[in-house]
């Protein structure tokens, strides 16, 4: 299609009057500065984004430098932030009109003047084409006046949407831009920066190391059997010299003095004499003996760690009712989430498909007994419910005990380990039989220095591949602490905020750490810390209940209807 020009002198007073200096075009939503100079709103807002430097940006017509208006987020709502230029708009709006009247509209190629829009077709007729060509039901052809018209509110809308989208974008782009400055990878980098420092000071001991063993062999190389030797000599040649020299003088008293002297001395002189080769000569032998573990690496050769990749997805359990997401746990099949709030136990496909729910009041922890089986604590209710979760989700008996329970790990002699706190009486940890008796009980009282409680808020446990149980402590201890199935503590560590939750793979142990948003890793064997799976830039909001099987760690988020999965 092609459109008429519009008259000689509409386009004078656009080119002299109407253009923006920046897009050299007409005028779009014309914003005036300060200094009486207008341009685009969209100009303006990318010439702010591009040149802004401490918190001012210079005119593009005089350089004039202006301050970037309070409380604007992004260069688009700076821009918006001045004032528009309304006599710049009217003559705009007029000049449109005029054109818009005198303009006709004319096919490329059949050269027929189009008067008419097809709304069904989306597209500008003539009214010949109109008539014929344009009669099915979905059609709908009006003069183009009226088309106009019927589209201005559209357009409108429209235009709105896209500026909703651009400060959008901006906003995504802002956000961008912040994320990358504090990207996950710069905290990798740190931590490989540590472990190359730990190498270095590694390669320091054993060079070290060597030098002493070097310094220890030359001492061995004794140097004063020289200088035995030599004094030795000195004292049988200046005993001989004497001698000749009173022989020479033949002074009588002289050469008797030196007869009895060298009587006297010649034994023992001729025994030091003879224990030369015995003492002096004898060589030691020495042989260097390698570190055995130290050779095994020079032998084979292993890399010094590799880049733990993280895929994380999530997805949102809604409900219609309020609620909180008190434990979760991954069976072989299905994600056992317990709503606490609202008294049911949620299950999902791996894929975050829901898939039922059963209605259970009081729930507090879970713990997996089988792909099929699991078994659940209930705040104020004396007994243990154990719950099948094969093809259908059901209740399948109780296990009476005479208290009530928080947290809950299964053992691999078919007991339970179980923890319990009221606030009143001294919070413990207890171990039950198959049946709800209990074994043991172990109370959180000082620890032997008797500073602090040993536990305060023994909130969930796991138990390790060896079997032993591991307890987080939520209170102001700070404290992961790890019993023998007799309830001996093998070690107590304290973390840098209050671990929540406690999870486990054959080797590590998985703890969320609300206050910091974060989920790290820790060694079974003492608890040291060993990595962060999550970092607070990777998006959680402080992370509450954790369960790992099969490389997929689950975790959930404190009073949110987010789930967490996370790949490992």
């Known amino acids: 299609m092609a459109v008429a020009h519009p ?53 593009p017509m005089d350089r004039l430098e202006i301050q970037i208006p309070e409380n604007t987020h992004d260069s688009w709502e700076c821009a918006s932030s001045f004032e528009s230029d309304t006599l710049l708009s009217e003559l705009i709006h007029a000049l449109s009109e005029n054109v818009r009247k005198s303009t006709t509209i004319i096919h490329k190629e059949t050269e027929e003047q189009l008067e008419f829009f097809c709304f069904g077709c989306n597209e500008i007729v ?78 320091s001991r054993c060079q070290a190391d060597i030098l002493s063993l070097k310094k220890e062999l030359l001492s061995n190389d004794e140097p004063e059997a020289d200088d035995k030797l030599e004094d030795l000599s000195r004292v049988v040649q200046r005993k001989y010299q004497s001698f000749n020299n009173a022989m020479d003088e033949e002074n009588t008293v002289v050469v008797l003095e030196q007869y009895v002297d060298i009587n006297k001395s010649l034994p023992g002189l001729q025994k030091q004499i003879d224990e030369i080769p015995k003492t002096f000569f004898r060589r030691n032998s020495s042989k260097f003996v390698p570190n055995e573990s130290l050779l095994s690496v020079f032998d084979n050769p292993i890399n010094c760690g590799h880049i733990h990749t993280i895929e994380l997805s999530n997805f949102k359990a809604k409900s219609e009712l309020p609620f909180n997401y008190y434990d979760v746990a991954i069976t072989g099949k299905y994600l056992i989430v317990v709503d606490g709030e609202n008294g049911l136990l949620k299950r999902y496909l791996s894929d975050c498909t829901f898939v039922d729910s059963l209605r259970l009041s009081n729930a507090c922890r879970v713990t997996v007994l089988s792909d099929d089986d699991i078994a659940v604590t209930r705040f104020g209710k004396k007994k243990i419910t154990l719950v099948t979760v094969g093809r259908k989700m059901y209740v399948k008996g109780h296990i009476r005990t005479k208290r009530s329970y928080i947290g809950i790990a299964w053992l691999n002699d078919g007991g339970y380990a179980v923890s319990y706190y009221d606030g009143e009486s001294p919070p413990g940890i207890e171990i039950l039989g198959k049946d709800g008796k209990v074994h043991r009980t172990v109370l959180g009282h000082p620890s032997p220095n008797g500073n602090t409680p040993l536990f305060v808020c023994p909130m969930f446990m796991t138990t390790t591949t060896s079997g032993d149980i591991v307890l987080c402590d939520y209170s102001d201890t700070k404290n992961i602490l790890c019993f023998t199935q007799h309830l001996e503590l093998l070690w107590c560590h304290s973390l840098s905020s209050m671990p929540c939750s406690v999870s486990c793979d054959r080797y590590s142990l998985y703890v969320t750490l609300p206050e910091e948003n974060e989920v790290v890793a820790l060694y079974q064997e003492n608890g040291e810390k060993m990595r962060t799976i999550i970092k607070q830039t990777d998006g959680l909001e402080r992370p509450y209940a954790i369960s790992w099987y099969a490389g997929v760690l689950a975790v959930t988020e404190d009073e949110s209807e987010n789930i967490h999965l996370i790949h490992l």
């Not at 100079?37 to 940006?57: P, R, V, Y």
């Not at 009669?135 to 018209?149: E, G, P």
């Open 126 to 203: 003539s009214a010949e084409n109109a008539v014929e060509k344009h009669r099915k039901s979905t059609c709908d052809c009006v003069n183009l006046k009226k088309a106009f018209k019927r589209v201005l509110p559209k357009i409108s809308d429209l235009t709105k949407s896209i500026e909703g989208m651009i400060v959008k974008t901006n906003k995504l782009k802002a956000e961008s831009r912040q994320r990358s400055e504090s990207s996950p990878n710069n905290e990798t980098l740190e931590e490989i920066k540590s472990f190359e420092s730990k190498l270095d000071r590694f390669y």
């Open 7 to 59: 008259s000689r002198l509409a386009k004078n007073i656009t080119e002299d009057y109407l253009t923006c200096s920046i897009c050299l075009n007409r005028f779009r939503e014309p914003k005036s500065l300060p200094c009486e100079h207008s341009f685009c709103l969209q100009c303006l807002a990318e010439h702010i984004k591009d040149t802004q430097i401490n918190g001012t940006f210079m005119c």
